[in-house]
């Protein structure tokens, strides 16, 4: 069965590219904290997964999360103008094919997703997230909803360690007063523990506004170890138009102890992305203000963990399309990605950007995400425009000389 494209459904770009952004705005303004132990352990629920669809229509790869050059997971839409349905599948042939999708969950299609992101361990815990959660431990057969309070914003697996990035707004406050909480699992989700100590200051707030803007990618949480890793708060939009900077928090404790660092944007921005190469080389990319498939980007790079920062004047091709995601390779590779963005590469540290011509994406869906699991082999999702818009999965195996396409169906 070939994955196109139902009629009439409206797409919802997901991945890092887009961690959940505009679903966890509409949340933080309006959610009540749900029911939860003490523990922070999901009580349990009934089992929602079914392996048919109730949504009549055909299925849309939206988002990919791998675990290995062949082997990963595929999250799905569909609908029929009326119900829409979210399920998820497995590959173990590099996307090419996928299992039949299990349903995770459904809702009116003049509504919102309620999850838009997947991450998966290597041990069959899997999380669909953003802003609600749902949770699989038999490597996606089952599925059920994790009754966390407030939004998911970010779920970062690494072996059986994984970390939740929660932000929980209170009631009658807006999106704008929205603490930031990191809690931790050793168990692959099974119970949840606040980190001993929260970066310094989100209790009061996610440092400014959740953009609800589309264009507007945001990176929450990026690991670099089985204790370290980064929180990245939003952005507060200058009012006079002068260059902001995006706040950071870096634990390497998982979470008993910060420091306070900052990305430095060279812009007014809205949103900022972030990446850490393997040899600790920070990327980040801010945007400001979208408009006509064209946003104005920046980009700064640190080889320090954030604590000093050099800001490209970047030339080229970063400003066609609007801001996802970007993934740094190395400490003058990195890619970007985005809606309406063609698969961008810099290979001098952010100072040009040229499009990987490869990559036949761009003008009207573009690059939802790209993820590499080796250093030698990566993935790319985005709509295939020399094949009329659908869903494919570019590969590559040799460190992105060559990519190929691949377009993926159903088993």
């Not at 708060?233 to 950071?248: E, I, K, Q, T, Y």
Request: aromatic share 8%; net charge positive; with cysteine.
């Amino acid at each position: 069965m070939n994955i196109t494209a139902p009629h009439g459904f409206f797409r919802v770009f997901i991945s890092a590219a887009i961690p959940a952004l505009a679903l966890a705005v509409a949340g933080c303004a309006s959610s009540v904290p749900q029911a939860h132990s003490r523990t922070g352990t999901p009580r349990r629920t009934a089992v929602t997964s079914t392996r048919t669809p109730r949504a009549p229509g055909s299925y849309r790869l939206a988002g990919i999360d791998f675990l290995s050059r062949t082997r990963g997971y595929g999250q799905f839409s569909a609908g029929n103008g009326a119900l829409c349905t979210t399920s998820a599948g497995l590959t173990s042939d590099s996307g090419r094919h996928f299992s039949a999708p299990v349903r995770i969950d459904s809702w009116p299609c003049s509504g919102t997703s309620p999850a838009g992101s997947l991450a998966f361990d290597s041990h069959g815990d899997g999380f669909l997230y953003g802003p609600r959660l749902f949770v699989t431990h038999d490597n996606g057969l089952t599925w059920h909803p994790s009754r966390q309070p407030g939004d998911v914003l970010a779920i970062a697996p690494l072996g059986s360690s994984v970390w939740m990035l929660r932000a929980t707004c209170p009631r009658g406050t807006g999106p704008s007063k929205c603490p930031l909480r990191l809690l931790t699992s050793a168990n692959g989700g099974r119970t949840w523990q606040l980190a001993a100590s929260q970066p310094p200051g989100t209790a009061r707030g996610a440092s400014g506004q959740v953009i609800s803007e589309p264009a507007a990618g945001q990176t929450w949480l990026v690991r670099t170890g089985r204790s370290a890793g980064y929180v990245l708060g939003s952005l507060d939009p200058n009012p006079n138009g002068h260059a902001n900077s995006a706040p950071m928090w870096f634990t390497s404790n998982a979470g008993a102890s910060w420091s306070v660092r900052r990305v430095p944007c060279g812009l007014d921005a809205i949103s900022a992305v972030l990446s850490a190469a393997p040899d600790g080389t920070l990327f980040g990319v801010c945007a400001g203000q979208p408009g006509a498939g064209f946003q104005l980007k920046s980009v700064a790079r640190s080889t320090d963990g954030g604590r000093h920062w050099a800001l490209a004047s970047p030339r080229g091709v970063l400003d066609d399309g609007y801001l996802g995601a970007v993934s740094a390779r190395s400490a003058v590779l990195a890619y970007v990605a985005g809606a309406r963005s063609p698969l961008l590469i810099t290979r001098n540290g952010g100072r040009n950007w040229s499009i990987v011509k490869a990559v036949m994406a761009g003008s009207d869906g573009g690059t939802m995400s790209v993820q590499f699991v080796s250093p030698s082999a990566g993935f790319v999702l985005g709509d295939d425009s020399a094949d009329n818009d659908l869903p494919t999965i570019w590969l590559t195996t040799d460190s992105g000389v060559r990519w190929a396409a691949l377009h993926p169906k159903i088993s």
